[in-house]
């Protein structure tokens, strides 16, 4: 892999770590969790329930041989776009650089279904070089098709779109890679529990 791409699986690894340690959450899901980057950061007497959701089985394979080792850890091979998820809630939804693939539509709203009460969800989005942001302002509003299947999601609009589905954003941060590009972690919480994270967050 290039030196950028490292990068970047260190920098995802990274922002789910922060999440892990902010919210230190018993049960936490991945979508799009790929090879498993960053799994062997959960402290499994923290979370003692690690769901790895994934449409490709060759990636839950490597995943399960990587991470045998994890107790509570539990495997899901689903297309999160093409049917309602049944699974039981978790404390922590991650989704970092899926709804690019997926859109929004069935995938968000299964996203959204897995959040326990007082949950959070995090969600990584990648950020468009300045040369792609030009591409963006000139032929599209909102979402940049960058190749097959993967399209840049404008931040601003995916907040307003949480927001109409009652998730606030209470946590945010952008880190830069290579070629001018950038990931952003937004992390959102149901509105009432927005209101109680951060005053417990100012009491702290
Ligand atoms: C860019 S990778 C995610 C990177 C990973 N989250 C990380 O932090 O390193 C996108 C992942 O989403 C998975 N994916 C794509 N479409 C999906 C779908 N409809 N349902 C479930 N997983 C999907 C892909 O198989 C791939 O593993």
């Not at 040369?131 to 190749?147: D, I, N, W």
């Amino acid at each position: 892999m290039c030196s950028a791409g490292v990068r970047q699986l260190t920098v995802l690894a990274e922002l789910f770590k922060a999440a892990l340690d902010r919210y230190r959450p018993e049960s936490v899901a991945v979508l799009g969790v790929a090879g498993g980057n960053g799994l062997e950061q959960v402290d499994c007497a923290v979370t003692k329930r690690i769901v790895a959701v994934d449409i490709n089985h060759q990636y839950l394979d490597e995943v399960q041989r990587r991470f045998s080792t994890l107790s509570g850890l539990e495997l899901q091979c689903l297309d999160l776009a093409e049917r309602e998820v049944s699974l039981a809630p978790v404390a922590l939804v991650h989704a970092a650089l899926i709804f690019e693939h997926v859109g929004f539509g069935v995938a968000l709203e299964n996203a959204l279904s897995l959040v326990a009460p007082g949950g959070k969800f995090s969600v990584v989005l990648q950020l468009p070089s300045e040369e792609e942001q030009g591409v963006a302002s000139t032929k599209h509003k909102s979402m940049l098709t960058l190749k097959e299947n993967f399209v840049l999601i404008d931040i601003g609009e995916f907040q307003r779109l949480l927001e109409q589905k009652g998730f606030q954003v209470i946590e945010q941060e952008t880190r830069p890679l290579p070629a001018g590009k950038a990931l952003w972690l937004g992390v959102f919480a149901k509105a009432g529990d927005a209101c109680a994270s951060a005053s417990e967050h100012d009491r702290s």
